[in-house]
């Protein structure tokens, strides 16, 4: 057995000590997935890594996540719009500040709700699909099965889960945005609220759109979610042998998960006004 | 030509301990078959896996010694050629043979698909041809946990033999299945052995072991931590 944070070659460490041990360890975690992610980088640019069995992961893993999650995205995406565009087109309106309409949606729906609720949308549905699948692999020897097959683990589970996840994430928040911005326009118009004309509106939202933001846009979504998918990935593979390692590898996966992607996403947001 | 070329698989002087069970480590372990060969390796009922297998294809490290396929050393190989070389191991697991989430026939098309080239129509097509000669008709598309015992077993010879290897290992593949099939088995390996492969076969069961029709090459028991060659046998 391992020792834990508090113990180390078998003498008792002080609190301050335990800190240390305990900081130390998650800075271990840390720079193992950082390295997992540098060698996907490096994987997904070389043919060889991708052959047919590869590609088949990898299609599936788009229709898993990209196709499954789209209904519930674009309900999700419908609310969004619906309770944030309708009312930020109704307040602005009134205030005599339609000229804003556009900077504002553009700063909370496009650069910030979007790729967030997506990210989360998709960590909650296959992040857990993925720690649990891969961590039921490795307990039950199927991880192993593979490899005495010649086939890389990392290569063949990670790297198609990874990307797959990522051109996902990426799609759907594209729609995400499309679908909460015209449902909250639609609505105020179902609703009779002063909505101004169609093209009004668009060209206040579309001239707020600078090229800037679409590169923050595909930062705020594909670097969480790479990190939050590898974050997945390698707890999975990391399970023991037990049953019962599979349900602490899914927790364990999805807190560090969701702290990855609130500081990656805060990070990102911090450095764009810098 | 050395012996080192002459060999599809030599063990030199080899000790595993890092197993999970003390009693089924083994040490100063000898075993060497070549093209064509058969060694049969008997192990007493109850033993829990020996860690053989997990040699023969570069998964587990020797703490002693020397494992060789195909004349090269396991530990001398980068990753990405161990990983082609396990491609040449066609083997028939103990334990947990199957990926859970793939279908049983994508589960034998797996790693021809993923090493070759080949045509997936060509590959299936000789998958049947072998199936063929255990009398199925088919390849099932069902999961894994839904077919018996014994059609497991009879796909699992199905993708060991596949893409012609240099080496099959089969560990106990009679092991609580109804041996209606061992003919077909033995004839298979039979005309497998006479194109050059090399076959090892682990089995605690009395008739595999009495059988002259497998003509084993070499025969060796387990008694951990040693592996014996029994008598009339080269090594």
Same mark, same amino acid.
């Given at each position: ?11 008792r460490l002080?609190p ?10 998650k ?6 997935e ?7 980088f490096q ?19 788009v229709?898993?996540?990209g196709?499954?999650?789209m ?8 609310l969004?719009?619906?309770s ?26 496009v ?9 989360i ?9 993925i ?16 490899e005495?097959q010649?086939l890389?683990p ?19 928040t ?5 679908v909460?911005l ?7 118009l ?10 009004a509106?668009l ?32 707890a999975?593979?990391s ?18 998960a ?8 805060a ?8 | ?30 075993l ?19 860690p053989?297998?997990?040699?023969v ?5 020797p703490d002693?010694g ?7 050393d396991?530990t ?15 083997r028939f ?6 990926i859970s989430?793939?279908n049983i ?5 797996l790693?021809?698909?993923?090493h ?11 998958a ?11 390849i ?7 077919? &018996?015992?014994? =059609? ?5 010879l199905? *993708? $060991?033999?596949? /893409?012609?290897?240099?080496? #099959?290992?089969? !560990? ?9 099939? &061992?003919?077909? =088995?033995?004839?298979l390996?039979?005309?497998? *052995? $006479?194109?050059? /492969?090399?076959?090892?076969? #682990?089995?605690? !069961?009395?008739?595999?072991l009495d ?6 090459t ?8 040693h592996?014996?060659?029994q008598e009339?046998?080269?090594?």
């Amino acid at each position: 057995m391992s020792p834990t944070p508090g113990q180390s070659a078998g003498r008792r460490l002080s609190p301050v000590g335990r800190l240390g041990a305990l900081t130390l360890d998650k800075f271990a975690d840390l720079l193992h997935e950082a390295g997992v992610v540098g060698r996907l980088f490096q994987l997904c640019l070389q043919p060889r890594a991708w052959p047919r069995t590869t590609r088949n992961v990898l299609a599936r893993q788009v229709f898993f996540t990209g196709i499954g999650a789209m209904r519930f995205s674009m309900l999700l995406a419908f609310l969004v719009g619906v309770s944030i565009v309708f009312q930020t087109n109704l307040w602005l309106k009134q205030a005599g500040q339609e000229e804003l309409v556009g900077p504002i949606l553009v700063a909370v729906v496009v650069r910030g709700m979007g790729p967030l609720l997506v990210n989360i949308v998709i960590l909650v549905r296959s992040g857990s699909a993925i720690v649990t699948e891969l961590a039921t692999m490795t307990v039950g020897g199927e991880v192993k099965l593979l490899e005495t097959q010649g086939l890389d683990p990392l290569e063949y589970l990670v790297l198609p889960r990874v990307i797959g996840v990522t051109l996902s994430v990426w799609c759907l928040t594209v729609f995400f945005i499309v679908v909460s911005l015209f449902s909250g326009y639609a609505a105020a118009l179902g609703l009779q609220v002063n909505a101004g004309a169609s093209t009004a509106f668009l060209d206040s939202v579309l001239s707020a759109i600078r090229w800037q933001d679409i590169l923050l846009v595909t930062a705020k979504t594909v670097v969480p979610v790479l990190l939050t998918t590898t974050i997945c990935c390698v707890a999975g593979l990391s399970a023991g042998a037990a049953r019962t390692d599979i349900p602490q590898a899914a927790t364990r996966a999805l807190s560090r998960a969701i702290a990855a992607l609130f500081i990656s996403t805060a990070s990102i947001t911090i450095i764009s006004y810098l | 030509m050395s012996a080192e070329t002459e060999s599809v698989l030599h063990f030199e002087a080899v000790d595993l301990l890092q197993t999970r069970s003390a009693d089924s480590a083994l040490r100063e372990v000898e075993l060497r078959v070549g093209p064509g060969e058969l060694a049969l390796i008997q192990v007493r009922r109850g033993l829990l896996e020996i860690p053989l297998g997990d040699a023969v294809c570069g998964m587990m490290r020797p703490d002693k010694g020397v494992v060789r396929f195909d004349g090269l050393d396991w530990t001398a190989m980068s990753p990405r050629e161990a990983q082609r070389k396990r491609h040449d191991i066609g083997r028939f697991h103990g334990d947990a043979p199957w990926i859970s989430n793939l279908n049983i026939d994508e589960n034998i098309l797996l790693g021809e698909c993923h090493h070759t080239r080949r045509d997936e129509a060509e590959i299936l097509a000789e998958a049947l041809a072998l199936a063929a000669r255990f009398g199925l008709e088919e390849i099932t598309s069902k999961r894994p946990h839904l077919i &018996s015992q014994r =059609l497991s077993a009879v796909y699992q010879l199905v *993708r $060991a033999f596949l /893409g012609k290897p240099k080496l #099959i290992y089969l !560990e106990r593949p009679m092991r609580g299945v109804v041996s209606e099939f &061992s003919e077909v =088995l033995i004839e298979l390996l039979g005309e497998y *052995r $006479a194109e050059g /492969g090399a076959v090892v076969w #682990i089995s605690s !069961e009395q008739d595999v072991l009495d059988s002259t029709a497998l003509n084993a090459t070499s025969r060796y028991a387990v008694e951990p931590p040693h592996l014996r060659a029994q008598e009339n046998t080269r090594a």
